[in-house]
Nanobody, 127 residues
Framework: QVQVRESGGGLVQAGDSLRLSCTAS????????MAWFRQAPRKEREFVAA???????DYAVSVGGRVTISRDNAHNTMYLQMNSLEPEDTALYYC?????????????????????WGQGTQVTVSS
């Protein structure tokens, strides 16, 4: 069983930056594909970004060039750097984890492909 935990959310103003962190337990973190999803009130959960075990990344079109996903395997941690935040970025941000088997680049944005999820961290952007 993999334990996933997010941190770093908060209340910021439009135009500010924020870095979210996600840790995942287990001795094979370097083999995990990690991703961020978000869910705004009254909306469905949507893909934000993902980083494979190989370092290959994928981003949602909606976040443009404003976010960067990265990982630190030595500390079992994955990050999401978000810049130029907009009120539309307000959501509960979830970290998802999937061991290497069972996910490919073409399926990174599919929430159903991830077996392990955190409880979420709230990001609120005021205008």
């Amino acid at each position: 069983q993999v334990q996933v935990r997010e941190s770093g959310g908060g209340l910021v103003q439009a135009g500010d930056s924020l870095r979210l962190s996600c840790t995942a337990s287990g001795r094979t973190f370097e083999d995990y594909t990690m991703a961020w999803f978000r869910q705004a009130p009254r909306k469905e959960r949507e893909f934000v970004a993902a980083i494979m075990w190989s370092g290959i990344t994928d981003y949602a079109v909606s976040v443009g060039g404003r976010v960067t996903i990265s990982r630190d395997n030595a500390h079992n941690t994955m990050y999401l750097q978000m810049n130029s935040l907009e009120p539309e970025d307000t959501a509960l941000y979830y970290c998802a984890c999937q061991p290497a088997a069972g996910i490919t680049y073409s399926t990174l944005a599919q929430a159903s492909r991830y077996d392990y999820w955190g409880q979420g961290t709230q990001v609120t952007v005021s205008s």
